[in-house]
Nanobody, 124 residues
Framework: QVQLVESGGGLVQAGGSLRLSCAAS????????MGWFRQAPGKEQEFVAA????????TTEDSVKGRFTISRDNAKNTVYLQMNSLKPEDTARYHC?????????????????WGQGTQVTVSA
C-alpha cells in the first residue's frame, strides 16, 4: 500500500506560479511511475503529466506543455509539479497518482494509488 499526500495548492492570480508536491510513503519510490491529474467542477478528470521512476522520461498534456514541469526527488520520495503562467482554466483539484512499472500512463485507470488532492484556484 502506498499513501500519497499532496500539498502546495492555493489561490493565485493569472500569470502566477505554484509548485505542487506529492509525498509518497514507500521504501521503493523509484520503482513507481508518478502522474498528476486534475479535475475541475463539472468536468472529467484530465491527465496533466507523468514521470518515470528514474526521472528521465516525462510526458505532459498539450494544454500545459511549456508552462508545467513535472520532476521528482527520489531521495525525498516526492514528485513535484511546477506550474507557471497559470490561467483561470487551470483551476481544478490536482491529484497525484502512482503505480509500479515503466509505462508513463496518461489514463487514470492505469494508476493504482491516489492522493486526496490539493485545490488550485486561478483568478482572472
Amino acid at each position: 500500500q502506498v499513501q500519497l499526500v499532496e500539498s502546495g495548492g492555493g489561490l493565485v492570480q493569472a500569470g502566477g506560479s505554484l509548485r505542487l508536491s506529492c509525498a509518497a510513503s514507500t521504501l521503493t519510490f523509484s520503482n513507481y511511475v508518478m502522474g498528476w491529474f486534475r479535475q475541475a467542477p463539472g468536468k472529467e478528470q484530465e491527465f496533466v503529466a507523468a514521470i518515470s521512476g528514474d526521472g528521465v522520461r516525462t510526458t505532459t498534456e498539450d494544454s500545459v506543455k511549456g508552462r508545467f514541469t513535472i520532476s521528482r526527488d527520489n531521495a525525498k520520495n516526492t514528485v513535484y509539479l511546477q506550474m507557471n503562467s497559470l490561467k483561470p482554466e487551470d483551476t481544478a483539484r490536482y491529484h497525484c497518482a502512482a503505480d509500479r512499472g515503466a509505462t508513463l500512463g496518461t489514463i487514470s485507470g492505469w494508476y493504482r494509488y491516489w492522493g486526496q488532492g490539493t485545490q488550485v484556484t486561478v483568478s482572472a
